[in-house]
Structure formats: structure tokens, C-alpha cells
């Protein structure tokens, strides 16, 4: 229901209206308040860059942010990266991760960063506070925050936003009657905007995610998804449509596809029911840090790569790595 009000196919976002007004002009009075001067943004002693996004749900941000956290690393740099942890209950914040560090502490998205590219991450609502801890504990050369862009006590040096390059910005509207944090004139004061699928605009950046082999949760067993058979798909991400749909670009036939809330915790009597005898289950690698203490002989992921052309990859590094000084 909430795509339909979200992409202007149902006319029920006209009751919401009055909501989406006040939100609207909250946020424009929080960020007119920072830039006349009436609250400060902390600035960190290292570049920051915030990748972020407009809209509300999945737009392929945290592949971006690995994509430039693995770039980045190849180019001798060290990075470290904040988020707020959605998802995760720490007993105390900021969190630095470590390798003792759980999903439920952490959230999904940083402890999928932090495993997948060894980076100095940490975490807390107060994306300030992460940063002054993470660079207490750890010697970094630039900061990427994971989302962010409207969270302007922490000042930036610059900011990316990322588009879904098919259903952009629905209605335009602001929250709750459409998928607007902020509306679409924003992109007039970012460094970069790039476009998750979908065609590219004028100084849009392209991008697509590109699926990688699937892997066993339980025994770290690398294969084609087309070689699993009997599949049932779940996904518990912003958008899930888009990971049933990459499996169906790839020629799979799944049994069933299985939606959960974007951030949801999993347990073992969860979704062992999904599948029954020889049936594999099948999940976005978001979903995957959550189960890994309880995983199946039977349960995959499947690992997906944000992948720009060599020209636009190149361009966005440079400029950061300008940065650095």
C-alpha cells in the first residue's frame, strides 16, 4: 500500500498532505537554522563524506559506501566510517566495532561494512559522537558517514546522494505522503548525484548492482545462484523488490519470495519454516549478518557490488581524494 500512496498511484496521500506539510517545515527550519548561524555544525579535523539519499528506502547506498571504502583502501588510504546504527541496541554509544561485536549492537548495514571491507566503523545516534570516537581509537585519513545527509550537526566536506533510478522520487512529496526527506531542489547543492539503475540524467553518475557468487552461510561454500534449486528468496531491506528482481534477470524461478520489514531481527524458529525438505533459502547479504550464529546447511546469500564505468568511478575518486590534504 505505502508504494502505491509513495509513486502517486493511489490518491490516498492527499489525507496525508497536512502531515507531510509539517514535516516539510521542520525540515527546512532545522537546516535554515544551521545555515543562519543559529545552531553549528562540528567539523572533524579529516574530510568527511556523507552518502545519503532524499528519499526514504533502499536506493543502494551502502553499496556505495563499500564501493568507496574498498576504492578508497587501494589507494593506501585508511577509512573510517559512521552510521546510526538502525536496527542495533547497544548498551552504551558510540560503538566502535570489533570482531566480538554483534548485529544486534551494531545494526545490519555497519556490521555488513565492517565485514565486508575490514574498515575502522562506528556507531551512534549522534553521528558526532561517533566520529570523535572512532578518531580516538583509530588513525584514519577521511570519514564516510552511511546516510546522514540531514543530519546536519556533523559538518561535511562533501556529499553524494544516491537515486533510485526507477522510482525516484515518487510523488515528491515529503514524508509520510510520499517518499521525501527533502525535496528534489537539494540535489542543486550536492557534490555528486548518483543514479541506482534506470537512466542517468545530465551530471548524474550511472551505477548498477552487480550480483557476485552465492554463498553458504554456514560453510562459506561459494556458487552460481543459477546452480541453487528449489529457492525460496527473502529479503528485509528497504526495497525488496529489487532483489526478486535481480534473482529473476538471473533466470531464477524462486518457489516463493518472502518480504521482512527493512532492519527486522531474525531468529532461528523464524525463518527455518520458510523452506521444507530439500528447499534453499535465499537472502540479500544484509540479511545475512543477522543470521550467521544461527545459520542452515540450507541458507544462502547472495552478494551484490556497486559498479560504476571506468570514466564516472574515476571522476568521483579523484574529487574526494582532493580532499585529502
Known amino acids: 500500500m505505502i508504494e502505491r500512496i509513495w509513486s502517486g498511484r493511489s490518491p490516498l496521500y492527499l489525507f496525508l498532505l497536512p502531515l507531510s506539510w509539517l514535516y516539510g517545515f521542520v525540515t527546512f527550519a532545522i537546516r535554515c537554522s544551521y545555515r543562519a ?25 551502502t553499496p ?26 547497544a548498551d552504551h554509544y558510540p560503538l566502535v566495532l570489533t570482531s566480538t561485536t554483534q548485529t544486534s549492537e551494531a545494526g545490519d548495514e555497519p556490521m555488513l561494512i565492517f565485514q565486508r571491507t575490514g574498515a575502522s566503523v562506528a556507531v551512534a545516534p549522534k553521528r558526532v559522537e561517533a566520529v570523535q570516537a572512532l578518531l580516538k581509537q583509530n588513525d584514519v585519513d577521511i570519514i564516510i558517514t552511511d546516510d546522514g545527509l540531514q543530519h546536519y550537526a556533523l559538518g561535511r566536506d562533501f556529499e553524494i546522494v544516491v537515486i533510485d533510478g526507477q522510482r525516484r522520487f515518487g510523488n515528491g512529496w515529503w514524508l509520510p505522503a510520499g517518499p521525501m526527506r527533502e525535496r528534489a531542489s537539494r540535489l542543486k547543492t550536492v557534490d555528486a548525484v548518483i543514479v541506482n539503475g534506470g537512466e542517468a540524467r545530465t551530471k548524474e553518475l550511472g551505477m548498477t548492482l552487480a550480483p557476485s557468487l552465492a554463498v553458504n ?57 520458510l523452506t521444507q525438505g530439500d528447499q534453499v533459502l535465499l537472502m540479500t547479504e544484509k540479511d545475512a549478518v543477522k543470521c550467521r550464529n544461527f545459520a542452515q546447511s540450507n541458507w544462502w546469500y547472495l552478494p551484490v557490488d556497486a559498479v560504476f564505468d571506468r570514466v564516472s568511478g574515476e571522476q568521483l575518486l579523484a574529487k574526494i581524494m582532493g580532499l585529502i590534504k
Open 37 to 61: 548561524g543559529l545552531r553549528r555544525s562540528w567539523h572533524a579535523p579529516r574530510p568527511v563524506v556523507v552518502v545519503g539519499n532524499l528519499t526514504a528506502g533502499g536506493n543502494g547506498k
Open 64 to 89: 556505495v559506501v563499500i564501493w568507496l571504502v574498498e576504492h578508497l583502501q587501494q589507494r593506501g588510504l585508511k577509512v573510517g566510517v559512521v552510521s546510526r546504527g538502525y536496527g542495533g541496541k
Open 217 to 273: 552461510l554456514a560453510t562459506g561454500q561459494r556458487k552460481l545462484v543459477e546452480e541453487l534449486a528449489s529457492v525460496v528468496a527473502m529479503a528485509g531491506i528497504g526495497h525488496p523488490p529489487r532483489f526478486f528482481a535481480t534473482l529473476s534477470a538471473l533466470g531464477m524461478k524462486t518457489e516463493r519470495n518472502v518480504t521482512f520489514a527493512d532492519h527486522q531481527a531474525y531468529s532461528l524458529e523464524q525463518l527455518s519454516v
